[in-house]
């Protein structure tokens, strides 16, 4: 079962994240019709991207965060992927078409008009921006949410993509048109990298990936420490939206009854729910002896 906390901070994180983007859409809409910049309209295309990203992931982090039931036994966490992969996919296309726009400005410089209103909205963007990131971090760092960690990773990437048009624009003020189309062909570049990473990142997590390694060596640390556990074996683990997912045998000693083989197993699942929220367990236990049998 899902804290309330952890469902407050990851709903206020994706309004938040719509929040900036379409404040953001909007000022840099005005300022690419008042200059004409390419560098601004790449940065509007990624803002425009930000914003559908950020509603999916609002849509997606509601149905993820519904309860399991009876045809869906594991939860609805993998919600969070699907959009990822939604968000991957639209971001390839648009960047794909941005590069064909950076190339032709490339090839046929154009004076930027109005340079300044541009500058102006890149500083504005990149405080603005700053501001969401850390409150993602916060949230990623309480909850450890997937959608929010790659909407969150997604406007890291729109700090660079902002600073690279302040300083197109401002050498584009000094008599260097070409800089505009240049930048736009790079940050289109740097947006299909972060399709990239965000796609893996999804699919890898509907392939039932096992968790990070760090996780595995807590894992079994904890499990090696408990009481009475002889050792462990057939460790598995995956991820699903903001549920984890921990399988594993425990061995023990031959001899002991029923009920106190179930309690050590009860101190194991404790102890990892101690260190791991939002996480299912499950436990077999095996006689030491039928291990070693095993083994040999």
């Not at 809409?29 to 509007?44: C, E, Q, Y």
């Not at 990773?153 to 260097?176: C, E, M, P, R, T």
């Not at 595995?216 to 009481?227: C, D, G, P, R």
């Amino acid at each position: 079962m899902i804290d309330s906390d952890h469902e407050q901070l990851v709903k206020r994180a994706s309004y938040a994240s719509v929040a900036t983007a379409v404040i953001l859409l909007c000022s840099k809409l005005f300022v690419w019709f008042a200059t004409g910049s390419s560098s601004i309209l790449a940065s509007l295309t990624d803002s425009f991207l930000d914003m559908g990203a950020s509603i999916i992931n609002v849509f997606a982090i509601k149905y993820a965060l519904v309860p399991a039931d009876d045809g869906h036994r594991f939860g609805h966490g993998k919600a969070e992927s699907l959009a990822g992969l939604v968000q991957s996919a639209l971001i390839v296309g648009s960047s794909i078409l941005l590069m064909l726009h950076g190339i032709s400005a490339l090839l046929d410089p154009q004076p930027i008009v109005r340079s300044e209103l541009g500058i102006a909205v890149s500083i504005f963007a990149l405080l603005l921006t700053f501001v969401l990131i850390r409150y993602q971090t916060f949230v990623v760092t309480k909850t450890g949410s997937i959608a929010i960690k790659a909407d969150s990773l997604h406007y890291k990437s729109d700090l660079w993509l902002n600073a690279a048009v302040l300083i197109a624009l401002s050498l584009s003020a000094y008599g260097f048109y070409w800089v505009d189309g240049l930048a736009t062909i790079l940050i289109s570049c740097y947006i299909l990298y972060s399709a990239y990473e965000i796609g893996m990142e999804s699919i890898q997590m509907l392939l039932d990936h096992e968790l990070a390694a760090e996780d595995i060596t807590k894992i079994t640390t904890i499990v090696a420490n408990t009481e009475n556990v002889l050792g462990l074996h057939e460790l598995r683990t995956r991820q699903s939206g903001y549920m984890r997912f921990i399988q594993l045998h425990i061995e023990l000693d031959d001899h002991l009854t029923l009920f106190q083989a179930h309690a050590i197993a009860d101190n194991v699942e404790t102890n990892l729910l101690r260190e791991f929220a939002n996480t299912e367990v499950l436990i077999h236990q095996d006689p030491i002896s039928i291990v070693k049998t095993k083994n040999d």
